[in-house]
């Protein structure tokens, strides 16, 4: 479905709210030029570090019109379209598609215990329907179902079947994913903690919300990685694995991007409800690591 493969460093963006709880649009604009200017290749918004099971449709929509604005066709936008109901997932990608993104998001219904077949069922309608070219986010952390490769081939008759965004934490899952979808399919890393190891077994990318924080960073690793330079990426991944243990590890990390970055002059406000907030301990010792780093952005 898509005309020429996109490919690269995608950032998960948040969404930052101003003090009376409303979205701040304009600083969300300001978050979105600066990973642009770091050479991103793609945006990827209302994830879950969007917080996006906490927007209601209104919010959505002025959220991504004003990201397609903004970007202006410089990058692909992908829109994460989850829900508990396949019928709910086409709804949203067909809203995401109207407000013009590139391509959709999608995951297993969360909570209802499925099987892999189960859910590769409950996927089917939503990528013969789909409008956009879709990216399967494999996540069991948080969806409680482990999509193996073996499971995901039965989607490839699929034109809309664009990419896998991997998130299981298996070492060697990038791998076995690229043997049994081929080339067509496109492979991101989406453990930001296995990030080099996926780029050494033919991720076509990273979809990371660590690039909304530290771009320049992660451009630089795919950018060595890409290029076969890996004396180069090694070296920027010794400085890079730090701060992504330090936001891996918390349980408030998506409170943890969103301090850090208003320590660094792009507040984003405070997370929704029920979302912990980040210990100002953490944001702290974050917050010093990017800095030790002398990121250039």
């Known amino acids: 479905m898509t005309a020429t493969p996109m490919r690269g460093v995608f950032a998960v963006s948040t969404t930052p709210f101003s ?4 979205q701040d649009l304009d600083m969300y604009g300001r978050s979105v030029e600066r990973v642009l200017e ?3 290749d793609g945006l990827l918004a209302l ?5 996006a099971l906490a927007l209601d449709e209104a919010e959505r929509e002025a959220q991504i019109r004003h990201l397609v604005e903004v970007v202006d066709g410089r990058v692909p936008v992908v829109v994460g379209c989850m829900a508990y109901r396949p019928e709910d997932m086409s ?3 067909s809203s995401s598609a109207r407000w013009g993104a590139s391509a959709a998001m999608v995951t297993p219904s969360f909570y209802g215990g499925l099987g892999a077949g189960d859910a590769v069922a409950a996927l089917t309608p939503v990528l013969e329907r789909s ?3 879709v990216l399967v986010y494999n996540n069991p952390h948080s969806t409680g179902t482990d999509l193996l490769p073996e499971d995901l081939v039965a989607l490839l008759e699929h034109d809309s079947m664009w990419a896998v965004k991997e998130t299981s934490g ?4 990038v791998r076995e994913l690229r043997a049994a979808l081929g080339t067509d399919v496109q492979i991101f890393v989406g453990a930001d903690g296995l990030a080099l190891e996926g780029f050494t077994q033919g991720a076509s990318g990273w979809v990371a919300a660590s690039a909304w924080l530290t771009p320049a960073r992660c451009v630089d690793l795919w950018a060595a990685a890409a290029s076969g330079d890996w004396s180069r990426a090694v070296s920027l991944w010794d400085g890079l694995a730090g701060p992504l243990g330090q936001i891996e590890s918390d349980p408030a990390f998506i409170s943890l991007i969103k301090r850090a970055l208003g320590e660094l002059g792009l507040p984003q406000g405070p997370v929704r409800t029920p979302l912990p907030t980040a210990t100002d301990e953490a944001v702290s010792a974050l917050v010093d690591t990017l800095k030790s780093l002398g990121d250039r952005h």
């Open 19 to 22: 003090s009376d709880g409303t």
């Open 38 to 40: 770091a050479g991103v």
């Open 47 to 51: 994830g879950a570090t969007g917080e």
């Open 91 to 93: 709804a949203m990608i």
């Open 131 to 133: 409008e956009l070219p």
């Open 170 to 173: 298996e070492a060697t899952r």
